[in-house]
């Protein structure tokens, strides 16, 4: 299955999400915050990015920026993963590159297809 890296500083939020993914047979790598989170990908390169927003120092908006604005990692789909649920948060975040965004909680079913449908191109 996929190599998926999520970034999150909250370890309630790391765990569950490596829970719905490693049930389905995906292998998860952890970082938690945006600056680590990207050297994380650029060192790893994973299938795909599920990124928080709201995390000390790098943030996830900026951090998907440098990771879709970098050839390296560019190829990475971005799906950003946040309690932000405003429209122009979700506008925003496209504008930085992200292909998707899920609100939190996130439910499983919803996790998976939008990372199938972002895997698949």
Do not use: C
Not at 3 to 9: E, G, M, N, Q, T
Not at 46 to 70: E, S, W, Y
């Amino acid at each position: 299955m996929a190599r998926i890296l999520i970034v999150d500083d909250s370890p309630t939020e790391m765990y569950k999400l490596t829970e719905m993914l490693e049930k389905h047979g995906h292998q998860v790598l952890k970082a938690e915050n945006g600056a680590d989170g990207v050297a994380l990908a650029r060192q790893e390169k994973p299938d795909a990015v599920l990124m928080d927003i709201v995390m000390p120092g790098l943030n996830g908006f900026q951090a998907t920026r440098q990771l879709t604005k970098d050839a390296e990692t560019g190829h990475i789909p971005v799906i950003i993963v946040t309690t932000k649920d405003q429209e122009t948060d979700k506008v925003w975040g496209k504008r930085q590159g992200a292909r998707d965004y899920l609100t939190k909680p996130v439910d499983e079913d919803t996790l998976l297809k939008t990372l199938s449908a972002v895997l698949a191109g």
